[in-house]
């Protein structure tokens, strides 16, 4: 159902005080225009730099003789009336605090008026969230943002307005998609002002600004991604599914029954390839990426953590078919269990709405989240509905490692059958891919500082000289895999290798011990 629906449905059924959230001030006007011709009632629109106008349903708008700048002698006006009508009251968040308590009482006394005459309040403020006096007697109603149809009409008034050619390009508008109407004019503006027209040409350019506009908001980030699934090495298992889960997208598989994938977990040893996994699943499929920060989402106002969750997943519906990445849940759900206590259940509240939009949303957004550490993620997130499936991601066994050497020496111009990969392989045992990646790059180092062309020796030092994660984190490699050996699926075919034994005397330096005589023990000869 619409926005307009919404609206429309919750006055016929008498409704008194209405609450549109939303930054686009010209399509919520829209709406409520739209209500006006349709209920046959007069409209006036309040704000605080204009006071009270009379608007026509062509839009036009006219000043009162009598309008206000001081909102509660606009409340007193509507609540005093003998009028019927509809008010719209645009940008009223400023005064929907605890402090305004007077304000609060007129607005609840305007939730109680009878049906006759009929009188209509709407209040239209940026981002959701009402004071508690207010929440259990006005309905809010959140705008979506803008679709190909409004994208279009935004395309064709910014192509009037600047004098040039539009043609009605899909990629072009699916290029704006999840911006709003003043974003998507603005970049439609800032394209036709460097090309002189608005056509396919202009795909690059509004995507661009896309990206710099999400990048904004400093929840989302728009992640170009150049990854192919041949960069990532092994994950044979995980591969297969992804393809079967890819095709999913494609047509006719609403119509054979299936469901948009919704997402997997990737969990895993650090270094292991999840995060290049998401930027290659978003390549492969041609969709785009978004990174979710999950640490960014938390504002010291109050309802701005609520109210940030809401605009990252709307964003990321407007841009369906797409790739939502979550690096390391596990750390924006720290904290979910004591929320009560140290924050006022903000963080409670803000996983809530993650993980039941990620349960119900219907549109097909690909969430694909990573996590190191099982014991900080909650139950809840693990549970069947949320993710398609739990995936493990392993140290690459010896056949993984030479695939992984040979993928990054191509990457430096470099023939990987120069090189004994296979010893490279064999001395290399519980290293990640993210450290055979780093020995290539430090033993490129070492042969420039020598003068001399890589050889597997630069590689084979590199490797000797470091000291993988795998020895400092063996208890807790030991116990993901014996997690996912009943909870999750292995992302390889081949079983995991058994981590190098240690010779604890040899790897654990100790503090040098002497017996010293203390002189101060009681009864001690001296």
Same mark, same amino acid.
């Given at each position: ?13 008498? &409704?008194?005080?209405?609450?549109? #959230? ?7 006007? +829209? ?35 009598? &309008? ?63 004071? =508690? ?31 040039? $050619? ?15 109407? =003043? ?49 990532? +090495? ?25 469901? #948009? ?20 699943? &978003? ?10 920060? =999950?640490?960014?989402? !938390? ?87 949320? !993710? ?28 990987? $059958? ?48 470091? !000291? ?43 503090? $040098? ?6 002189? !101060?023990?009681? +009864?001690?000869?001296?």
């Amino acid at each position: 159902m619409s926005t307009y629906d919404h609206l429309l449905h919750l006055s016929r059924a008498g &409704a008194p005080l209405l609450h549109i #959230a939303s930054y686009e001030w010209e399509r919520v006007r +829209g709406q409520v225009i739209g209500l006006s011709g349709a209920l046959d009632l007069p409209l006036k629109i309040w704000s605080q730099s204009t006071g009270l106008l009379t608007c026509n349903k062509d839009g036009e708008v006219r000043t009162e003789d009598d &309008a206000g700048l001081d909102p509660l002698e606009a409340l007193r006006q509507i609540h005093g009336s003998s009028e019927a009508g509809i008010w719209l009251l645009e940008d009223f968040h400023p005064f929907l605090r605890e402090e305004h308590h007077q304000l609060l009482r007129w607005l609840r006394e305007i939730a109680r008026l009878p049906t006759s005459p009929r009188k209509i309040v709407v209040l239209s403020t940026p981002l959701p969230g009402l004071p =508690m006096d207010l929440r259990k007697e006005i309905p809010t109603i959140e705008l979506e943002l803008p679709g190909v149809k409004d994208l279009r009409v935004v395309l064709r008034d910014a192509a009037t307005a600047l004098g040039v $050619r539009a043609s009605d390009d899909d990629a072009l508008l699916d290029a704006a998609r999840g911006l709003t109407v =003043m974003e998507a004019r603005l970049a439609f503006g800032k394209a036709a002002a460097e090309l002189g027209r608005l056509d396919h040409g202009a795909v690059p350019l509004v995507a661009q600004e896309k990206e710099r506009i999400i990048k904004q908001s400093e929840v989302l980030e728009y992640y170009p991604t150049d990854a192919r699934m041949t960069d990532v +090495g092994g994950l044979d298992q995980l591969k297969e599914w992804l393809d079967r889960r890819g095709r999913a997208f494609g047509a006719g598989a609403r119509d054979f029954g299936l469901d #948009a994938p919704k997402g997997v977990l990737l969990l895993g040893v650090q270094g292991c390839g999840k995060s290049l996994l998401a930027k290659a699943i &978003a390549a492969t499929w041609q969709f785009p990426l978004l990174r979710f920060d =999950m640490g960014k989402v !938390f504002g010291g106002i109050v309802g701005q953590s609520e109210g940030n969750i809401r605009t990252a997943l709307q964003v990321a519906q407007a841009l369906a078919p797409c790739v939502l990445w979550i690096d390391e849940i596990e750390k924006g759900l720290a904290g979910m269990g004591s929320s009560d206590q140290t924050d006022g259940g903000t963080t409670a509240r803000v996983v809530g709405t993650l993980l039941t939009w990620m349960q119900e949303k219907k549109d097909p957004v690909f969430v694909v989240a990573t996590a190191n550490r099982i014991d900080m993620l909650p139950p809840e997130l693990l549970r069947k509905g949320r !993710f398609d499936e739990i995936f493990f991601v392993d140290l690459p066994t010896r056949a993984i490692r030479e695939e992984i050497l040979s993928i990054h020496l191509k990457k430096k111009r470099r023939d990987p $059958r120069d090189f004994a990969l296979a010893d490279l392989a064999a001395r290399s045992v519980g290293f990640s891919g993210a450290e055979l990646e780093e020995a290539v790059r430090e033993g490129l180092y070492d042969a420039f500082a020598e003068g001399r062309e890589l050889h597997s020796d630069h590689i084979a030092r590199a490797l000797d000289k470091t !000291f993988p994660l795998s020895r400092t984190m063996r208890d807790q490699i030991d116990s993901l895999r014996r997690w996912a050996k009943v909870r999750a699926r292995l992302a390889a075919s081949e079983p995991p290798e058994a981590l190098p034994q240690e010779n604890p005397e040899a790897s654990a330096p100790r503090l $040098r011990q002497e017996t010293t005589r203390n002189p !101060f023990i009681p +009864g001690a000869r001296s």
